[in-house]
């Protein structure tokens, strides 16, 4: 299962950046993939998730209302659509895959992509 991540990017702060999850390699529709961003010095953090069969969940209070969470049908493509960016937004923002539910633990993802960069500066 392989999973690519683009559109990152730098940004002015309340600016927009809509990142995208490209999987292949098996049944997507059976997986949930999550967005996870780490800053420098800081631990890794789950921000949302869609889950197999298409319910999402966002797990950081900061990005409610900012970002959201969306796939095509064939669960292919998984987007992040950021707006009104904050500096504290910036961090390395990396897909990840397990099947069927969500989770907020990077450690219950099996399979990652390599993480595209957003930066967030004026």
């Known amino acids: 299962f392989v999973l690519v991540e683009s559109g990152g990017g730098l940004v002015q702060p309340g600016g927009s950046l809509r990142l995208s999850c490209e999987a292949s390699g098996k049944t997507h529709a059976r997986y949930a993939i999550a967005w996870f961003r780490q800053a420098p010095g800081k631990e890794r953090e789950a921000v949302s998730c869609i889950d197999s069969p298409g319910s999402t969940f966002d797990y950081l209070d900061s990005v409610k209302g900012r970002f959201t969470i969306s796939a095509d049908n064939a669960r292919e493509s998984v987007q992040l659509q950021m707006a009104n960016l904050r500096p504290e937004d910036a961090a390395v923002y990396s897909c990840?895959?397990?099947?069927?539910?969500?989770?907020?633990?990077?450690?219950?993802?099996?399979?990652w992509g390599h993480g595209t960069q957003v930066s967030v500066s004026s």
């Open positions: 990840a895959a397990r099947l069927l539910v969500c989770s907020r633990s990077d450690r219950d993802y099996v399979y």
